[in-house]
């Protein structure tokens, strides 16, 4: 931790100075002032050999009995090691004894907390609006969870003037914290190293360079991927998520459809008129649109009994009808695709995902996933998953990168 020494802390000392009637205490405090000026270029130094000072002048104090000088000098350390903030410094001890420092330091205050006020009420409305079910409690929890991630502020370089509050890194760094006290890693001081790594394109660079760095990042990132994967199938269990929502859940989560998606494409609009809800990449450069229906909030049956077998219902059938449709688009417009946006429409293929199968709870779930695998069989280039086994095999696709990450650490 960096140790303070400015202008206020010298001039709060010689207040103290002014205090002391004891001949010894003095001069402690002369060692304090020599120091402070001991670079000679009009710098004050700063160390841990200052805050030594302080204390030798602290104890010679509670010595003789100056309990007041004692009471001043431990203010003096607090302020130095970051404690005491400048300005509660400054006019506890009226260290500014113009009305207009007062003042401006008055009218700061106020201008901050109408800013902050101000800030708080445009955040709480953007969040009623995309959760206007949400409670009194829900809010708190979120600006909660913004307060701290607000300690890992950044300026990005291309956005002069902005700044940025990345959301869930106090989650992760406290996380990365407690990772770092493993006996696996030996880390001075973990949860200043847990700031920087999450703070820190370098230092994640550094990281992954590492042996022990990459079995960080990896369990950094199998953490987001099981946090990823908890919040999706809470929004699917939701019996009032609507398409948005879903969308919203899966996005930067291309992981979750299986590791043959290299990413997913920054445009959604590739043919005129129609909007793919994700675009992904798959390994060989071609595109893979997921077209998301309702889950557990579908109006219509999934599955209806056709004779003595479950077969796809209508809302199965109209969503595969639409992903064809925009297959049929992307293959119009394929040249223009790949001349303006470098994606390869021509082997484009489609995933719908739709329903649960707790929207039919008297239908053994192993039967509903029948008979959307013997649906899909008689398919080219579309594929239909219900979100459950969409889930399922994320799960059992983590679980097996979990396994094989401890097998690695062993």
């Avoid at 001991?38 to 200052?50: A, D, T």
């Amino acid at each position: 931790m960096a140790i303070r020494s400015d202008m206020t802390l010298e001039w709060q000392l010689h207040e103290v100075a002014k205090e002391t009637g004891d001949e010894a205490v003095g001069s402690a405090l002369t060692d304090v002032f020599t120091y402070l000026h001991s670079l000679g270029n009009g710098r004050r130094r700063q160390g841990k050999e200052l805050v030594r000072l302080l204390e030798v002048a602290r104890g010679l104090a509670a010595a003789v009995g100056e309990w007041q000088v004692v009471r001043l000098l431990q203010d003096s350390l607090d302020y130095a090691e970051g404690r005491i903030l400048q300005h509660d410094f400054a006019e506890r001890y009226r260290l500014f004894h113009e009305g207009t420092r007062r003042e401006r330091n008055r009218d700061f205050l106020a201008s901050s907390m109408r800013a902050m006020h101000e800030w708080l009420v445009a955040e709480c409305e953007a969040y009623l609006r995309d959760h206007p079910g949400a409670g009194a409690e829900e809010a708190v929890a979120h600006f909660r969870s913004q307060g701290r991630d607000a300690a890992f502020l950044r300026a990005p370089e291309d956005r002069p003037g902005r700044y940025v509050i990345p959301r869930g890194m106090s989650e992760t760094s406290l996380w990365l914290e407690r990772l770092l006290r493993s006996d696996r890693i030996e880390v001075a001081d973990p949860a200043e190293a847990a700031r920087k790594i999450v703070s820190s394109p370098e230092a994640l660079a550094l990281l992954a360079a590492d042996d022990e760095g990459q079995l960080v990042l990896r369990a950094a990132e199998l953490r987001r991927r099981s946090a990823g994967l908890d919040l999706l199938r809470a929004v699917v269990e939701d019996p009032k998520a609507l398409e948005r929502d879903l969308q919203r859940a899966l996005e930067g989560q291309h992981w979750i459809f299986g590791g043959r998606f290299v990413g997913q494409a920054a445009h959604r609009r590739l043919v005129p008129g129609d909007e793919v809800d994700i675009p992904l990449i798959r390994g060989d450069g071609a595109l893979h649109i997921v077209e998301l229906k309702r889950a557990m909030s579908l109006k219509k049956p999934l599955v209806n009994w056709y004779r003595n077998a479950w077969v796809p219902a209508a809302s199965v059938h109209e969503a595969v009808g639409q992903a064809v449709n925009y297959l049929t688009g992307l293959d119009e417009h394929r040249d223009r695709i790949r001349e303006e946006l470098g994606i390869e429409a021509r082997r484009a293929s489609a995933l719908v995902l739709v329903g649960h199968p707790g929207l039919h709870p008297d239908i053994p779930e192993t039967e509903i996933n029948e008979a959307l695998r013997t649906f899909n069989s008689h398919l080219t280039r579309v594929e239909v998953l219900t979100y459950k086994e969409l889930l399922d095999n994320a799960e059992r696709s983590l679980a097996g990168e979990l396994l094989s990450g401890d097998e690695e650490a062993a």
